[in-house]
Structure formats: C-alpha cells, structure tokens
C-alpha cells in the first residue's frame, strides 16, 4: 500500500504527469495544502478543518476515518469544489482548483466528480435506469445517455433492477443506483461520504466489494469517508482526521 505523507505542502510531485507521491508510476490527481473551513454563525466560529495536507493518486482507494463531527463530510465538501476553504489550496491535476470562477466549478463538478452519499438521493418515481441518468441528460441525446446509464447500471450488477423503482428495491440496491449514478459520466474521481451508513454489515461488505471492483477494473480513484474501520482498512491507505488534521496510516 502506499503511504504519501500527509503533512506539508505538496513539491513537484503534485504536478500532473509528474512522479507520483510514492515514488511509483500512479500520478497524483488531487492535492490538499494546509486546508481550513471554518463556519461561522451567531457571532461564532467554528473550526473544523484545521490545515488538512493529502495527496491523492490517480486509482488509488483512499478512506477517511475518524469520530463524529471531526470534519470528514466537509473534507469531501471541500475537495469535491461544494464547499470553497477558508485557506489553503486545493490543486487538481496541478491546478489551483478554487482559482475558478463558479461557473468553471460547477462545469468542474459535473465533468470530474462523482458524488454518493449516506442518502440515496434517488427520485421515487423514476427507474433504476432513470435515477443514472440525469448527469447526461442536458448534454448527450437522450439515446446516447440511456446506453451510458445502461452500462453503469449493468457495471454495478443490476441489470435485472433497471425497470424498477427505489421503493422496490433493498437499501443495497438503492445504493448501488446512487454508484451508477456517479459513475455514468466518467469523472476523475467518486467521493462516497458514508456510503454504508444505511446498510447492515454483510450489505455494507458488498458495496465496499464493488468499489474495490471498479478501482480495479476500471482505474477508479475513490475517497471514501466511512465509521466502518474493518471495511476502511481494506483501502490503499487510511486518514484519520484528529481535531481537523490529516494523519495517514497504512
């Protein structure tokens, strides 16, 4: 497994195309610099990441751990470009990220994230094969976007599910809809924020299965937020934010 170090600013390694973090062949995709945001209300502040460093390779599975609260779903908020830091620096493929203006973030979402949450988020109404495709939708013809969804619904083994609806499906299924969903446009990386959550153990171990198919057959990059620390450890590497810090573990 590889062990990038997670303090300090990145070097040369973060440029794209340049050696990767651990000195192999895999480039660095994402890049964390000293990393804050904090909130503030009623005349109060709250600091929740407190200068976060990481580096995150391309095809690499990486999950963060640590306690209620400590900041991982904002971590993810904050690499996925829905949430700007208070300081520090995001670089994607050695770009300052948040140089972009929003209208360039959005396109940036759309184009090289892919989001699954602890909530399936999926439309009660629509199919299996309709929840995958409103990433497509407004940009490929409608043929086009149904075959691409086909294929994620197929990647993530539902093919016998496409016609049906959420309501008619278990909360693994669901869960792997959401998958599909994220995958169908093939972004750069998926950022899961507790995507076993809502699941039991043995339905949980599945989807965390499935990743790790994907990572492996496809070259997908994961950051995968989850209080599942015997599925975490199964990832390339483990970070643990304690009091809004980044510390890698192997």
Do not use: W
């Not at 580096?55 to 904002?74: Q, W, Y």
């Not at 507790?194 to 965390?208: H, I």
């Amino acid at each position: 497994m590889s062990d990038p170090a997670a303090g300090g600013s990145a070097g040369p390694t973060g440029v794209a195309g340049g050696p990767s973090a651990d000195g192999g062949s895999r480039p660095v995709l994402v890049v964390a610099e000293g990393v804050e945001k904090e909130y503030r209300t009623a005349g109060e502040v709250l600091r929740v990441l407190r200068g976060v460093s990481l580096t995150i390779l391309t095809g690499e599975l990486v999950a963060v751990v640590g306690a209620s609260g400590v900041g991982k779903s904002t971590l993810l908020h904050v690499l996925g470009a829905l949430d700007r830091p208070t300081a520090g620096r995001v670089r994607f493929r050695g770009e300052d990220l948040f140089a972009r203006t929003d209208a360039e973030l959005t396109r940036f979402r759309r184009e090289e994230i892919g989001f699954v949450f602890q909530l399936y988020n999926l439309l009660a109404d629509f199919s299996a094969l309709e929840n995958a495709m409103p990433a497509l939708i407004q940009r490929r013809p409608a043929a086009e976007a149904r075959r691409l969804a086909e294929d994620a619904i197929r990647e993530v083994g539902l093919t016998e599910r496409m016609t049906h609806r959420p309501g008619e499906l278990s909360g693994g299924e669901q869960q792997r809809v959401a998958l599909a969903r994220a995958l169908v446009a093939r972004p750069a990386v998926i950022l899961a924020d507790e995507p076993t959550g809502n699941l039991d153990p043995k339905t949980s171990e599945g989807v965390f299965e499935l990743f790790g198919r994907l990572q492996a057959e496809r070259g997908a990059t994961f950051v995968i937020a989850t209080h599942h620390l015997d599925l975490a450890r199964r990832a390339d590497r483990v970070v643990r934010l304690v009091e809004g810090r980044a510390v890698v573990e192997a």
